[in-house]
């Protein structure tokens, strides 16, 4: 069961393997993505951001590949995240918490050889606690809010965290950081102003490396890179940056199979609801994947899927299960049970359908679902 396509005029889904479409993830464009990223920043280090999963992708294969490139610094949210992937990894690869620890996971991370992000007083008094209950130095990362109001030690908090980390050794600081709120618009003046914050955040904390880049730092110049810059869209092709041309190579390919064709005259009704009524003869084909699969229920009567790079409008609303698009523009017969129509590949791209469907590149790489039969390459 190995999810190929046949080849023929109208590709069709390979009857063995069970799945509704095909999920392409190719780890080479991945790998050429953290090259070109490493290379803006150099000297600094690149790290990969690869929680929810890698966003959507698959985070023990992303992350293997990542390191045969020589990646040694990743990124999840979530604790849970880090468990799974460490036994993925070498030891000599370290894996960042960034929402820190919640209570009780303490001892489980200090075992593990875990590195939490500590972004509040609770939490560096707690890795503090156990640092000492072991008698050993554990390590951490200080994450400072510098206008984004989300994740971070607060301003009011900077200088009980300095009287701390001088009244005990018991913490290994490996850098401070903070995250960008608008790193993908360039002109954005709250660049700027974090900018500011994260040198002042720097020069009460001396001696401590930073850390401040995210996928849209990157292309923001020099002064945002650090000492590691933490990549995650663009590692998967996303744009990091609004309004510019995108310069990373796509990583996801997505082809979904036709479960019907039909003709309907005019005046027809498609999907639920009624929502969309034919204007003329209509031809039609509906496709086996629907928002459980990652194609939002927003894409309905404005998104399209591509054959041979023709582009078929989605008509009526999205279901859960399926999806039905208008295939007038083909000639008879291109389009039969089992063809394969591209979602996302050469016509459109993760960017192009989050457009369509008002959301972001994130959100549908990270909503593709599992009926698919996933490929890496």
Known sequence: MDGSIVNSRAPKLAIDSGACGSLTIDLAALCRNYDKLATIVAPARTAAVVKADAYGLGAAQVSKALYGRGCRYFFVAHFIEALRLRPQLSGDATIFVLNGLLPGNEAACADGGIVPVIN??????????LARSLQ???????????????????????????????????????FVMSHLASADDVGNSQNADQLAEMRRVAAEFPGYDVSFANSGGIFLGGDFHGVMARPGIALYGGAATSGVANPMEAVVRLEVAVVQTRTVPEGAR??????????GRTRLATIAAGYADGLPRSLSDRGAVYYNGIRLPIVGRVSMDSTTIDISALSEGALSFGSMVEVLGDHQTVDDLARDARLISYEILTSLGHRFHRQYR
């Open 120 to 129: 509040s007083l609770d939490q560096l008094q707690q890795w503090s606690d």
């Open 136 to 174: 050993r130095r554990l390590p951490a990362v200080l994450q400072f809010d510098t206008g984004m109001s989300r994740l971070g030690i607060p301003p009011e908090d900077r200088g009980a965290v300095a009287t701390h980390l001088r009244a005990s050794d018991a913490i290994d600081i490996f």
């Open 270 to 279: 498609v999907g639920y609801g009624g929502a969309h009524v034919t204007k």
